[in-house]
């Protein structure tokens, strides 16, 4: 607690760029002074007017901290911060407040995403971009979006919530990245002297003992070891630093005196044996083809003038005492890896013993994996077998595939028609087969006896000619009026056939139907009473359509009719089904409102 | 038989030009109706397959509908190679339209071997009979090894290391055609040796046999029944033994020269000789059609104009230096580089840059066969650009004109010889012409006219 | 040559034909029982059958003798491979495969009977394990694409005669559309009395052909008609397309088709009645009435396309 100081950008509205200044939040209130003097926007609220806060998630391009009046009805101050970490203070500082001076604390976690937070339905400019496209893109779907969202059937919103998968393919790719370690290197903990006493502070914070604990194990062993049983946080932190300091200042002597006074500082200082574990399981997998001896030699440490300079002076390699030096190559590599192994998900940042733990424990699991994977010794032995191979002569091990995919949804449209015509054909055949019940035995029975027949020999023509010239041309002729009857391809089909007005009518329709039953089916169960009037207004619609489909099928000639009507009959039968469904959810509905009327519920 | 000419699969043009009484004779072995069936496009294939039990004629225009527009090419080229082959008879009915019907014969010796299975004239060794047969692998290296020496004694390549067991006359017979013989000089590789060099095994191996076939007709045997013969053994069971004794003596003079080209593996037993039929003579039926009988490549051309060739054959190295300088020989790899003065040798010979190119992109290692150019942009424009190099000055034959009695009459031949497309040089003031030697004849007819 | 080179070469030419043979006792003993009464063209003996189908094995190989042949047999109680022209130890000449087809069906038929269990007894309408056989044929596909130089055309062509089993509709369906994504078309031919909407779907979505003989006295015929091109030569050629595909779904707890029905919102099962509870995923409903303040999604499927 006590009193937060940042630069911030005070934003009267989101899109706006924002004033730059100061927000100093205290436990009662926060102000905020503009750096442009002149500027007459300055703030001063007390935090017992505050409501909420909300705050983009880290990650979002920008560092948001929304400070509410009402959660329902929104109005409040915005701020943007030039990093996430100053953010975070202030989201922190402000929960802390605001918790202390409600009883029920506002949720923190989750809040929604600005767009949402400022009106019920505000959508950005690329998302309605996107909704243009898609709508120039496809006419179909701008018919449809036509007919319904402009008439009002339904709402923009709902037409697009049906479609989400069309709209958002690389949004929620962003959203769902974690962040990882900073890649800055660990060496940035540097002491703060104050010059004038013999003090040296160092400042930690949560990020940065997560960032010891994963870099060095074995002072995350150590912690686990000797906290609280042994010292204090403080002081495991407090000697931790001291070695640290010790060793940067490249006093070998001190060090190995104070390591030999303290055994437990000596950890600090000793070689990490989790380390060298690691690297040299690491280096049994290393692909058994690489020469890892022949750039052993590649190191210049102990050549005169090569090394590097690290804090101001040039590393040499004193290997002298027992005590080891890590070179700057060494920290970088084991940083490196550390930021690509990448944070777990269990690890939160939060008790510093909980970090240490779950540090602990994900590094077993994976030790235990990687056990398993060195048991698998053949697939070691196929690698170098593969290896030893000239790859860039090897063909590709890809089989060809194809992707899946929905095709034209008009098929089964046209099939509706085919069946209808097939059950017909079909129903009287083979209805005293359906009812015949045979033995086992007598079954197989048979079918031996059929196989021995074919192998005593085959006598006489397979088939005779007419019977084969008489199915050539059968079948000719079934292609070639199938080619007119009922194709494939749209205008091969049974709409191929209605006259163009009438099949446009038709597809125009289906369309509709499809658009409207999908929105009526999903909005069940109705919960909210914006649902009941949705329902509503779709029913009308569709009612509209039924009529529609009706006259459609009176005004076509009588040529075609028949066919029409089997085109239309699935059709009318799914509003059918919707309007029954619509009925008798209606009932349902004012029974138990009269029932409540009449007092039977208590 | 028509003169040498490098097609490579028109083995059964040679029996389509059979008459066609043999030809139907041919056909009274199943087995060579099912080799004839095998060399057909697949669409005749097909139409075989659905007319096999049909006894009546088709009408050509219901065979039309059988396939879609985009087939109609094809199609015409599946008809005519069966009727070519005698395979569909055509029957004109009363209304002079044109209807198909399967050769009876060929129908009904199919229809038989589907349902009742084909024999061969004659059985393999019993298995009783202890000689010790060569394995599979061991006939196969046998085969392609036979056949490559015999390839390279072809070309009069230095690299022979022993002879096949052929006729040296017959040797020239083949070479006729391949090399060229100039007086004084070692016979060198013409562009159609060029081209059948770069053929597949298959490809070659129908050359040759036909050349052999025509060659033998000159000493009187009947083509037919070496056609059949070879048809019959590409039947056999590859790695079987067959007994000499069953051959008619006919194909008892011919088993040795097969053997020669690596076909089939004489063997000698106590009592009775046999021969083993390689693969190279199994194929024979098998890979008249395009597709099957394509080879892996094994050449990769760098761009900086070095050039691996992934083999163990002396033969591909020959092939090499035709238009490479070779440079190593390891045990499965010929490293070379195309130079200058290699490319300038080959075009000596005779052989075009693009045949080499081809034959680069041909023989293109899978690897590199996937991208495209398979060989580098730059050294195949290098290729042509060295081959146009050489050929800037351009023979033409034509005709001087000059002492034209009057400015007039020498423009008025200038612009005749130009409407002719024939004028390729003119200078007025000395008042002559060139003109191509074909167009003479014109020239003079129009001159004389002037007069 | 650098014969160690593994790359493959694509021919467009050379096939590999699955043939998938219904053995299915009760539907051809019948058959048998039930021809002569009415449509005597549409009845055929299962000896006839094979006698139209061994000249077509026959006649696949003998057009390309790189093109391979496996017969698949799908039973009631099992499904087994019954002859395989790569396989070596048959020979493809025409007798030897006739002696060992007939020979492993012999076999077959032998092994399929003994997991009957005596005194079974079954309706003709009892259905082969079509699901099986297809499962079979793709990993044999899968097996050719994976070893080999050369790399045939697959396809496989379904013989069925027995109906539908509806209690196999998702595996079929996955061996379906496992069969689309490795491109290996689907060829029916149904011998039975009703069309099959599996194989109808079948064909449908992998590209191949669906065919309903009517004379089947002459299956042949068909056969060498509609089946005995490969499919290079398929794409110049008129073959009969399919009219009418019955897309329906079946339901996955009476395993009946349906036009309309329920969908779970997590497995996509499909149910033609509400459930409290999806019995493939276990996923809990609630009820799906208009008081219930769940999310229940028990949503209406509507003309479904597929």
Known sequence: MGVVTVTAKFKPAVKEPGIPGMLRMTEERFTFTPTDQRSTVKLDVSFSKIKAHRFTKEGTKQALLNILHDTEKGGGYIFEFDNFSDRNVCRDFVGKVL??????????????????????????????????????????????????????????????????????????????????????????????????????????????????????????????????????????????????????????????????????????????????????????????????AADAGDDYMHVM????????????????????????????????????????????????????????????????????????????????????????????????FAALCIKDPREYFDSQHAIALKTLRETGGGTKFDNLILSAKEAYEYLVDQISEVKGGMNGPVIQSEAAIKILSGLNQHVSSTKYNLGKSPQESVLGRLPNKTKDEILDNWASIQELLQHFWSSYPITTSYLYSKVTRIKDAMTQIYRRLEEIKESVQSDVRHQVSLLIKPMLQALDAAFAHFDNEQQKRSAKSEGRHNGVAP | ??????????????????????????????????????????????????????????????????????????????????????????????????????????????????????????????????????????????????????????????????????????????QRGLLSTRDNEPPKLTENGFQFLLMDTNAQLWYIIREYISSSEGHGVDPAELISFLLELSFHAPGKAYNMNTLADVQKSAISDLAALGLVKLQQGRKDNWFIPTKLATNLSMSLSDSSSRKEGFVVVETNFRLYAYSTSKLHCEI?????????????????????????????????????IAFLQQNAHPRVAEKTPSVPENVTDQIRLWETDRNRVEMVASNLYDDFPSKEVFEAACDFGREIGGLLWEDTKKMCLIVRGESHQEMRDFLRRQK | MASSVSSKLYSDDVSLVVVLLDVNPFFWAGVNANSGTNQPAAALSFSKFLSHVLPFVSSILLINPLNQVVVIAAGVKSCGYIYDSGGGSDGTSVSDLRAGFLRRLEEFVERDRQLCRDGERAAATTSSLLSGSLSLALCYIQRVFRSGILHPQPRILCLQGSPDGPDQYVAVMNAIFSAQRSVVPIDSCVVGIRHSAFLQQASHITGGIYLKPQQLDALFQYLSVVFAADLQSRSFLQLPKSAGVDFRASCFCHKKPIDRGYVCSVCLSIFCKTHKKCSTCGSDFKQASADSRSKSDSKRKTLEAS
């Open chain 1, 99 to 292: 918790g202390k001076f409600q009883t029920v604390p506002s949720p923190v976690q989750n809040a929604p995403e600005l767009s949402t937070l400022v009106h019920g339905e505000q959508i950005s400019a690329a998302e309605l971009e996107r909704r243009m496209k898609l709508l120039r893109e496809d006419s179909e779907l701008q018919k449809l979006h036509k007919q319904f969202v402009m008439s009002g059937v339904l709402t923009e919103a709902e037409f697009w919530a049906a479609r989400k998968n069309m709209l958002d393919s690389d949004t929620y790719r962003t959203s769902k990245q974690r962040a990882g370690f900073k890649s800055a290197i660990l060496a940035d903990v540097r002491p703060l002297t104050d010059g004038q006493s013999n003090k040296v502070t160092f400042s930690l914070t949560r990020e940065i003992i997560h960032q010891i604990f994963a870099e060095k194990p074995a002072v995350r062993q150590a912690f686990l070891n000797f906290v609280p049983s042994k010292m204090t946080e403080n002081d495991f932190w407090k000697k931790y630093f001291k070695a640290d300091f010790l060793y940067r200042a490249k006093n070998t002597l001190a060090a190995a005196a104070e390591a030999a006074e303290d055994e437990e500082l000596a950890v600090f200082l000793k070689k990490d044996d989790i380390v060298a574990e690691e690297s040299r399981r690491k280096i049994r997998r290393v692909d058994p083809t690489l020469d890892m």
């Open chain 1, 305 to 400: 003038d090569h090394g590097i300079l690290r804090d101001g002076s040039k590393e040499t390699a004193d290997t002298d005492n027992g005590l080891p030096q890590r070179t700057l190559l060494q920290d970088l590599n084991r940083h490196a890896a550390v930021v690509l192994e990448g944070r777990s998900n269990e690890v939160e940042l939060g008790d510093t013993r909980a970090v240490a733990e779950a540090l602990a424990k994900s590094k077993q699991v994976e030790l235990s994996n990687q056990a398993e994977d060195e048991d698998a010794n053949p697939d070691r032995l196929q690698r170098l077998r593969r290896m030893t191979e000239i790859e860039d002569l090897q063909g590709s091990q890809n089989l060809p």
């Open chain 2, 1 to 174: 038989m028509p003169q040498v000419r490098i097609i490579a699969k028109n083995f059964m043009d040679m029996v389509a030009a059979l008459p066609a009484m043999k030809l139907d004779k041919l056909y009274d072995s199943s087995l060579i109706c099912e080799a004839v069936l095998r060399s057909l496009p697949p669409l005749a294939k097909k139409y075989v397959l659905q007319m096999l039990f049909i006894d009546l004629p088709v009408s050509a225009r219901t065979m039309e509908e059988w396939v879609l527009p985009d087939g109609s090419s094809k199609h015409k080229v599946a008809i005519d190679r069966l009727l070519q082959l005698r395979i569909f008879l055509e029957v004109i009915d009363r209304k002079r339209e044109s209807s198909y019907r399967l050769n009876p014969i060929f129908q009904e010796n199919l229809r038989k071997y589907l349902i009742h299975g084909g024999t061969l004239p004659r059985e393999p060794m019993p298995s009783n009979v202890t000689v010790r047969l060569p394995t599979l692998e061991d006939l196969d290296a046998y085969a392609i090894e036979q056949w490559e020496c015999f390839l390279l004694q072809l070309i009069n390549s230095g690299q022979v290391e022993r002879l096949t067991g052929f006729n040296p006359s017959m040797i020239k017979v083949f």
């Open chain 2, 320 to 356: 090499l230096r035709l238009f490479a300088r070779v440079e190593y020989q390891l045990p499965n790899l010929i490293v070379g580089a195309i130079t200058k003065e290699s490319l300038y040798n080959a075009f000596e010979n005779g052989i075009s840059g693009e045949q080499i």
